[in-house]
């Protein structure tokens, strides 16, 4: 199939793809899109969508790893773990928060599939900022950052963390947070 084109004055079938994809998630659980579903929305022809994608796992996945390309992960935990996290000014940048509301869908309770897209990244992300390999730590330590980036995840899909963001950010200055922060320290300290 060709590439699909796109016209000077309007948004490209892809854009509407993505644009769709992410209203859809916002509006319904993920276990309720479908290829139909989001053709109609983006206004395209389903197999554009099979153009681009596999299916609608693979299109969850690829958009969620474009949406934190900003480097994101990276400077939350930057800031968690040198203790400036600033809530405030994350929360005034809309370009930011954009992208932290788009995270946030993939971390409702109502899909582990995406739970686990965002578990992964966001580990992933955390280990290159650390300069650590996941494969090169032992049973033990990957037991820890699955249970400290499964609670990252649950956190911020939470209803609390969207009812008042500073409460459950606040966390990490409760003794929880700040074992999860000196397990994340310690760990960064091995390389």
């Known amino acids: 199939m060709a590439r699909p084109r796109k016209s000077d004055n309007q948004i490209s079938?892809?854009?509407?793809?993505?644009?769709?994809?992410?209203t859809m998630l916002s509006e319904m659980p993920y276990s309720r899109i479908t290829v139909s579903g989001l053709s109609k929305r983006a206004e395209v022809n389903h197999n554009l969508i099979y153009y681009y994608f596999e299916n609608?796992?693979?299109l969850a996945e690829k958009l969620f790893q474009?949406?934190?390309?900003?480097?994101l992960p990276q400077q939350f935990i930057g800031a968690l773990l040198s203790g400036k996290?600033?809530?405030?000014a994350l929360m005034n940048n809309p370009t930011k928060m954009k992208h932290i509301m788009r995270m946030r869908l993939f971390m409702r309770d109502d899909s582990a599939y995406l739970n686990g897209i965002a578990k992964r990244a966001i580990m992933t992300e955390w280990a290159a900022s650390a300069n650590l390999s996941l494969d090169e730590l032992t049973d033990a330590e990957k037991i820890d950052l699955n249970f400290i980036f499964s609670g990252v995840v649950s956190i911020l899909g939470s209803k609390q963390f969207e009812n008042d963001p500073?409460?459950?950010?606040g966390f990490i200055t409760r003794p929880?947070?700040?074992g999860i922060i000196a397990t994340l320290k310690d760990l960064d300290s091995i390389q």
């Open 66 to 71: 474009s949406n934190i390309s900003e480097g």
């Open 13 to 22: 079938a892809y854009e509407r793809i993505e644009k769709a994809f992410w």
């Open 176 to 178: 929880i947070g700040q």
């Open 166 to 169: 500073h409460a459950a950010a």
């Open 56 to 58: 609608i796992d693979e």
């Open 85 to 88: 996290l600033d809530t405030q």
